[in-house]
């Protein structure tokens, strides 16, 4: 009777073991694995909001710079070519001095185009989809 028993627990523990970890399994990607790609995923999203808000601060900013501007023009697409100019001109703005502080990615750059009386600026948002941010004078678009 005591082999038996002695047996039986042998045989039963492992696959009480196996029992208890297999709907472990299933609870740990329920409740570890799932909220954090969710977290990851807010995190992107957020960042892609933060990328945009600054995007249409500079909008803001470039709407103004006719009305001090000489000549009351949009600055020129040849005066704006990197983020150190867009800096310059737009002092009143505020930027950081690094452009991933504005969550845009350093790698793509800036794009800026202007007749004078109308622009286009573009930039990339340093998130995970790395949208494209567009802004006009109309607005600010993502794709």
């Known amino acids: 009777m005591y082999r038996f028993k002695l047996y039986l ?19 740990i990607e329920e409740d570890v694995i799932k909220p954090i790609e969710m977290m990851v995923g807010q995190k992107s999203a957020a960042a892609a909001q933060v ?8 909008r803001a900013a470039l709407m103004r710079y006719p ?5 009351n023009e949009y600055p020129d697409d040849m ?17 950081p001095a690094d452009m991933t502080e504005l969550m845009w990615d350093p790698a793509h750059g800036i794009s800026y185009r202007s007749d004078g009386y109308t622009f286009t ?18 607005g600010v678009s993502k794709k």
């Open 121 to 138: 600026f573009e930039v990339r948002a340093l998130s995970g989809d790395r949208e494209t941010i567009t802004a006009t004078v109309n």
């Open 67 to 71: 009305a001090v501007s000489p000549a």
């Open 9 to 27: 627990t042998f045989t039963l523990l492992p696959l009480s073991f196996l029992l208890v970890f297999s709907g472990c399994e299933k609870t």
């Open 51 to 58: 990328a945009v808000s600054n995007v249409n601060n500079v």
């Open 79 to 95: 005066d704006l070519y990197d983020y150190s100019t867009l800096r310059e001109i737009l002092a009143d703005a505020n930027l």
